[in-house]
């Protein structure tokens, strides 16, 4: 059995200087000693998504880790399920700690994948009651697939909805779109007239027959994060789709670009032990680190993305908090991915995204 978190669209808020979550108690988050058996490692290997992810994963945390255990932390990535699902499988595990992608880590806890977190050693009685609960995964932040727009190529009035993303005649110029069916039909169906209450289950004909309409409008499908707010900040694209920290990453360094949060998909990330890590006590004291509010509130004000610690947004400022997911202003807008969904259908559902994407690439 597993314990899925599903947080409401109420649930989760920060705003100035203050972080409102349902069902919060505990006290603050404390370190173990280093109390790991046997010899200490020379390193750790963490894998993650990599590129600005990577520079904030270590700026908060990684850089904290070796300072106090003495222990180097090597980062790798992507995020791969299919990497760790072979990794475990074979009994050669590289990874001490990974990023696991959206359903995916449902998947791999179902599939016995990952190691149990141990709430000795990893304090969450600050985070979310069903975070809290999370027997085999942590939440380290939350994050959203959202629209962003070029502030040149539309200086006096953007797109505001998957619609009007759809509407090339008011809204010309070129588009990016992930190349993955998760968040791409959930922007389809709306773009179609489904209220974000009603996406769930997903109609996949007709997201299909509605991406049949954009594709000839889309002149890159992006692969990797950064992509997308590349395309934006060289010009090559006028609107994308894409990951709210990335596309931050570039806006607060003055970008030409701006995020429009309604109709946003909003979801968690997710890290896990692979079962088998060769250092499992070390990724525990990894993960341990990564639930201080002061690491959490560095790692939002590098990428974007907020922890899930009830006093990490006292060390946040404000301009930043107005751009976090989480903001009241900007949750109230987005629609929480189901991501159990995802997991029962998501095999059937890329089947059929690889063989569209064939005709449309």
Same mark, same amino acid.
């Given at each position: 059995?597993?314990? =899925? ?110 190691? %149990? ?25 939350? *994050? ?24 090339? %005649? ?16 959930? *922007? ?11 996406? *769930? ?8 027959? %509605? ?17 997308? &707010? ?9 609107? &994308? ?16 670009? &701006? ?11 997710? *890290? ?53 997911? =989480? ?5 109230? %807008? ?28």
């Amino acid at each position: 059995m597993f314990k =899925t978190l599903t947080i409401g669209a109420g649930a989760l808020a920060i705003g100035a200087g203050a972080l409102v979550m349902a069902g919060l108690v505990g006290a603050s988050s404390v370190h173990a000693a280093d109390v790991c058996p046997g010899e200490k490692p020379d390193s750790i290997v963490v894998n993650a998504s990599g590129g600005a992810m990577a520079n904030a994963m270590r700026k908060a945390f990684s850089a904290d880790f070796e300072k106090i255990h003495g222990i180097e932390v090597i980062d790798t990535s992507p995020a791969n399920f299919g990497k760790l699902k072979a990794m475990v499988t074979s009994g050669n595990v590289e990874w001490t700690v990974t990023e696991i992608g959206g359903q995916d880590v449902l998947t791999a806890v179902e599939e016995g994948l990952l190691m %149990k977190v141990d709430p000795k050693i990893v304090d969450r009685s600050r985070f979310p009651k069903e975070a809290q609960e999370l027997e085999y995964w942590f939440a380290k932040s939350a *994050y959203s697939t959202v629209m962003a727009y070029s502030t040149k190529a539309f200086p006096n009035g953007h797109p505001t909805t998957w619609a009007e993303f759809w509407d090339v %005649k008011k809204f010309p110029g070129p588009r990016s779109l992930r190349n993955h069916p998760v968040d791409n039909l959930e *922007y389809a169906l709306m773009a179609d007239g489904v209220a974000p209450k009603d996406l *769930y289950p997903l109609d996949v004909d007709r997201a299909f027959r %509605k991406m049949d309409e954009i594709a000839p409008n889309i002149t890159v499908w992006w692969k990797s994060g950064q992509q997308p &707010a590349q395309l934006l900040l060289d010009g090559e694209v006028v609107l &994308a789709s894409g990951w709210n920290g990335r596309f931050y990453n570039l806006i607060k360094d003055d970008a030409p670009m &701006a995020i429009e949060w309604n109709q946003g998909l909003i979801k968690l990330s997710a *890290y896990g032990i692979p079962k088998g890590s060769p250092h499992p006590c070390w990724a525990q004291q990894y993960l341990a680190v990564m639930t201080d509010p002061k690491r959490q509130a560095v790692y939002a004000e590098e990428i974007g993305y907020p922890g899930l610690h009830l006093d990490s947004p006292k060390y946040v400022n404000e301009k930043l908090a107005k751009n976090l997911p =989480t903001h009241p202003d900007n949750i109230s %807008k987005q629609v929480w991915t189901d991501t159990v969904w995802w997991r029962d259908h998501g095999q059937e559902v890329h089947e059929r995204w690889n063989k569209w994407m064939l005709k449309n690439q």
